[in-house]
Structure formats: structure tokens, C-alpha cells
């Protein structure tokens, strides 16, 4: 019996009618409730705590505006050691961080926006296990080998992402914002952000750059089913790096500055799924020439 006649046995062991198939489905959907309510308990009762640490970019921001101010030159590495905390910020005198809310119920939703977010991310390998057992069965066995290593990837390259936000683009898009602040004639325009409005361009970078990260991952399943080739996806490398600005310049705030930070990674993110489908290739190709010479 070959290995396919094997999978194709596995598999049709594994068949089962409608009704099973639709009370296994709700009682992983099950699962995957619980421990969504679970984490997002659990968020929301750090969510003070979650707010603060993601205050912190911009709270490094404003030190370094303060000490420096708006005319005054700030080291890129400074700004990124200081958000990480491998660098004591500058001293501000009396003045503190100040976020404003102007509505009644606006930190209460803010929190529960935020739990949300924390309670999809910490039940994802949850919700990733569940969905992997429920369709795993109807995979061949060299499918289910292949699928595993996606899941791994795919969380690893969204923090990935999320990390760069984080430590490097937030900074300076709040030193960008802080900057634009406008004085003169007795008449003062700075920035005072909103809890909820800092907490949703957070949110909005946070899925941008790691959504965007995932092409890797994309490009790597469209190719294993023989969708696209290396030698095509090398070819049109000059339609790709035109796409990609155009996505950095729509997903992140209008400055150069962001946008480069997403494109840069966003080409190099392509030229390793070039790398990747290639490898594919050379394997299929083993794996046709080893089945060749077995008949």
C-alpha cells in the first residue's frame, strides 16, 4: 500500500455524517467561547494596567519633546532604547503625560475595546488548536505536516509587527504629532489625545503592520497549491514593491517616515516569501522525482 493509499484510507476512515460533524464544529466553537470570555476577563481586569504600557510611546515621545522642544534634534536610537526602558527618559519637571476623555462612559469602553483585543490574542492558540482539530481530520497526512508550522508562523509574524509598532513606529509618530503643535499670538494648539482616539491608532497600526506581516505566510500557502511560482513572484518583484507603498501609504498616518517603516519590511517580507516558495518547489520536485523512480 503506497502513502497515498493510506491517506486515503486515514481519511475515509475519518468520515462522518453531517450531524457529527456539526455537533463536534459547536462544541470546539465552545471551546473557543470559553476561553475568549476567560482571557477577556482576565484583560479587563488589567486593562488599567495594559493602557499604561501602551501609553508608553508616547509618554517617551513627550519626554524627549519636552527636553529637547519642537526645533531640537532627537537620536532614532534614543527614542527606541527609551520606549523600551534600556534608556532613562528625560527629566520633565512638573509637567506629566496627560490624556483626556470627554465623554461619561468613554474609559469604561475604552477598557472593554482593549479587553477585547488582549482576549483575542491570548485565547488565539485556543481558537488556532480548535480550528486545526476540526479540519485536520480531512487532511491528507503530508497536508497536516505542512499546516502546523502556519500556525506557529503566522502569531510569531503578527508580534513581530506588533513589536515594531510598539517600539518603533509609535515613538516617533507621536514626536511627528507632538511637533505640529502651533504657538504664537497668545494662542496655543497642542496635543492632548483622547484615551479612545489613542487607544484605536494603536489598534489600527497594531493589526495593519501585523496583518501586513503575514504575507509571508500567505504567499507561501498560495504557492504550496501551485497558485503562483518563485520565478513569477521574481519577475513581477518591481509590481510588488509599487503595491506595497501604496499599502504603507493608505494603512499608516500621512509621513514619510511611517511609511517607510512599513515598506522597508514589507520588501524584505516579500523577498523571503520568494525563498520560501522556492524551497517548496525544489521539494515538490524531489518528491515527483522520488515517485518517478519508485514506478
Excluded at 520633565?92 to 488582549?118: D, H, N, Q, R, S
Excluded at 509609535?170 to 489613542?198: N, R
Aim: aromatic share 12%; with cysteine.
Amino acid at each position: 500500500m503506497t502513502h497515498l493509499d493510506r491517506d486515503d484510507a486515514e481519511i475515509e476512515a475519518s468520515r462522518a455524517p453531517l450531524m457529527d460533524h456539526l455537533i463536534e464544529l459547536r462544541k470546539r466553537l465552545m471551546v473557543c467561547v470559553v476561553a475568549f470570555v476567560l482571557a477577556f476577563i482576565l484583560c479587563f481586569a488589567f486593562a488599567s494596567h495594559i493602557y499604561l504600557f501602551l501609553v508608553k510611546p508616547y509618554a517617551a515621545a513627550f519626554a524627549f519633546f519636552q527636553s529637547v522642544g519642537a526645533h531640537g534634534g532627537v537620536s532614532p536610537l534614543d527614542l527606541i532604547l527609551g520606549t523600551a526602558g534600556l534608556k532613562p527618559l528625560p527629566t520633565i519637571g512638573a509637567e506629566e503625560v496627560k490624556l483626556i476623555y470627554t465623554a461619561p462612559l468613554e474609559i469604561l469602553f475604552t477598557k472593554m475595546k482593549l479587553a477585547a483585543l488582549g482576549g483575542v490574542f491570548i485565547a488565539f492558540p485556543v481558537i488556532a488548536y480548535q480550528l486545526y482539530r476540526f479540519i485536520a481530520p480531512g487532511l491528507y497526512r503530508n497536508e497536516r505536516g505542512a499546516f502546523l508550522p502556519f500556525l506557529v508562523a503566522a502569531p510569531l509574524l503578527f508580534v513581530l509587527g506588533a513589536a515594531l509598532v510598539y517600539y518603533v513606529m509609535l515613538p516617533f509618530v507621536m514626536w511627528f504629532s507632538l511637533s505640529q503643535g502651533i504657538s504664537g499670538d497668545g494662542i496655543t494648539a497642542e496635543l492632548l489625545p483622547k484615551v479612545s482616539d489613542y487607544l484605536s491608532l494603536v489598534t489600527a497600526l497594531v493589526l495593519a503592520f501585523g496583518f501586513c506581516f503575514q504575507l509571508p505566510v500567505v504567499m507561501t500557502l498560495i504557492g504550496m497549491a501551485g497558485l503562483i511560482s518563485s520565478e513569477l513572484m521574481a519577475k513581477g518583484r518591481r509590481y510588488a514593491i509599487v503595491a506595497v507603498v501604496v499599502v504603507a501609504a493608505v494603512v499608516t498616518p500621512p509621513d514619510p517616515v511611517s511609511q517607510l517603516m512599513l515598506a522597508i519590511p514589507m520588501v524584505l517580507l516579500y523577498e523571503i516569501s520568494i525563498w520560501c516558495v522556492r524551497i517548496i518547489e525544489m521539494r515538490r520536485k524531489k518528491s515527483d522525482q522520488a515517485s518517478d523512480a519508485a514506478a
